[in-house]
């Protein structure tokens, strides 16, 4: 159970800011936000995570809404390279924990 | 870091005969997951591993799955009698002590049963 709502597609120009919602309206006190990705015919890869606060790494900006029952991945500058459908996923940090569970996530296409 | 290595990439079998995959996850990693992934069911987890040790094989699809992880380096799927329906990609993934990260993903392996 992904525990997340996201759209099934969206296209961004390349060069342009691609912004990916995620809802996750029963996310509880302890759980993250994490973004993973899967280009075509790869294993999925991390992009980023975050609990409240905004986070951004040279990858991505995540933003998290103040009530937590939302997010938003960016991708700044989005690249033909970046076309992949990307995963929102909420869970616990906890040691020894399976709990990355995937849903459908979004296909992101990135437009010349 | 060569990362999470899977063999083999691709693999076509027929009906009935036994298939193995093979994963050797991160060093230092302790936690070994095997997912399956299918355009009709998307990414689904089959089993995990814990220092060495099955923690949870409720994704296990039936008795003809199997998986083992004799050592913290290397683990393996077994698919036997193997059917049509186990054509899938199967991603095996390695994670460390936090989870901070998440995990890291092999390359997976491509199954196809005819």
């Known amino acids: 159970d992904a525990k997340t709502t996201q759209p099934p597609s969206m296209d961004c120009a390349e060069g342009r800011a691609a912004n990916l919602p995620c809802n996750h309206s029963?996310?509880?006190?302890?759980?993250?936000v994490y973004w993973y990705r899967q280009i075509h015919s790869q294993g999925p890869q991390y992009i980023i995570h975050g609990l409240k606060n905004n986070e951004t790494n040279e990858m991505a900006s995540l933003i998290i809404t103040e009530d937590r029952k939302s997010s938003t991945l960016i991708l700044p500058h989005a690249t033909l390279r970046d076309t992949a459908v990307y995963y929102c996923?909420?869970?616990?940090?906890?040691?020894?924990?399976?709990?990355?569970?995937f849903g459908t996530g979004t296909r992101l296409t990135v437009i010349p | 870091d060569a990362g999470v290595i899977q063999s083999p990439r691709h693999e076509v079998t027929e009906m009935g005969q036994e298939v193995t995959l093979r994963c050797k996850p991160i060093?230092?990693?302790?936690?070994l997951f095997w997912y399956r992934q299918t355009m009709m069911r998307g990414l689904e987890l089959l089993i995990y591993f814990n220092n060495n040790v099955p923690i949870d094989d409720s994704g296990m699809p039936e008795d003809r799955f199997s998986a083992k992880m004799p050592n913290a380096s290397f683990s393996t799927l077994k698919i036997q009698p193997s059917e049509p329906r186990d054509s899938a990609v199967y991603f095996c993934?390695?994670?460390?002590?936090?989870?901070?990260?998440?995990?890291?993903f092999g390359s997976g392996t491509r199954l196809t049963v005819v």
């Open positions: 993934a390695s994670g460390g002590d936090t989870h901070y990260y998440g995990y890291t």
């Open positions: 060093s230092g990693h302790n936690s």
């Open positions: 996923i909420v869970r616990v940090l906890e040691a020894g924990a399976n709990n990355l569970f």
């Open positions: 029963t996310i509880s006190g302890n759980e993250y």
